[in-house]
């Protein structure tokens, strides 16, 4: 499948008169000026080197309400790079609220256990390969992360996206990246978005069109089946 881009590249840069010592001293969800002046000159800069698409699972990002500006390696775990725009990419709400999720409850596995050994829990992040000192730059060797970074790593190497929204693993990091953001839940999400796309066609004609071009993302056998269960849905919809 088209997945669009394949890294970030180039980097983005900061916008004119800012630089990230100045963002420093912010926090992220900051109000003052300059902090928003960064975001929106990097969300729109992330969309055109994106090619408008999640950093993660690679589908077209909608509207700016849904779209995150991604913190890599979590803002919580390392402050120092909240405004490192190496660290930043744009993510789809699903992926952003997925990787969230897995990331607290692995967080509570951790520390759960090291209650259970009568242990301080240890800081994790999921996406670093290891721990850094607190005062260490930003990692931008590939080999330092777990998961395929955005501005680092080709996707096409690690990650395979088949029709339908299946996500294979190349790599270890893609595997890894992969369960990380529960790319694998999204098939089902997209087989309900194909079956509203079909359902709220008009005529005929129209859902024949619909047809054809879901076949760019979804196997014919699979958008067939969704068909059916729309024609099934219309005919016992009460006449108008
Ligand atoms: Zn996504």
Avoid at 45 to 61: E, S
Avoid at 64 to 79: C, G, L, N, R
Avoid at 104 to 133: D, H, N, V, W
Wanted: net charge positive; glycine share 6%.
């Amino acid at each position: 499948m088209n997945i669009g881009f394949d890294k970030i590249s180039p980097t983005p840069k900061y916008p004119l008169g800012i630089n990230a010592a100045q963002l420093s001293s912010y926090d992220w969800s900051s109000k003052a000026g300059v902090v928003l002046q960064f975001k929106t000159a990097l969300k729109a800069d992330l969309r055109t080197a994106q090619l408008g698409r999640c950093c993660y699972c690679r589908r077209i990002l909608f509207d700016d309400i849904s779209t995150h500006i991604e913190h890599f390696i979590e803002k919580a775990h390392y402050p120092l790079f909240t405004f490192e725009i190496r660290n930043l990419a744009l993510s789809c709400g699903t992926c952003n609220t997925q990787k969230n999720g897995n990331n607290k409850l692995l967080l509570s596995l951790i520390k759960k256990r090291a209650e259970r050994q009568g242990k301080a829990p240890l800081s994790r992040c999921p996406t670093l390969a290891q721990e850094l000192s607190p005062n260490a730059t930003l990692p931008s060797d590939p080999q330092h992360y777990r998961w395929v970074h955005p501005h680092l790593d080709k996707y096409s190497e690690n990650i395979q996206i088949e029709k339908g929204w299946i996500f294979v693993g190349k790599t270890l990091k893609g595997s890894r990246t992969i369960r990380g953001v529960s790319l694998n839940a999204l098939a089902q999400i997209e087989r309900r978005a194909l079956f509203e796309r079909l359902a709220t066609r008009g005529g005929m004609l129209s859902i024949l069109v619909g047809f054809i071009s879901e076949l760019e993302q979804h196997k014919a056998k699979e958008v067939a089946a969704v068909l059916a269960r729309v024609l099934r849905h219309r005919r016992n919809l009460p006449s108008p």
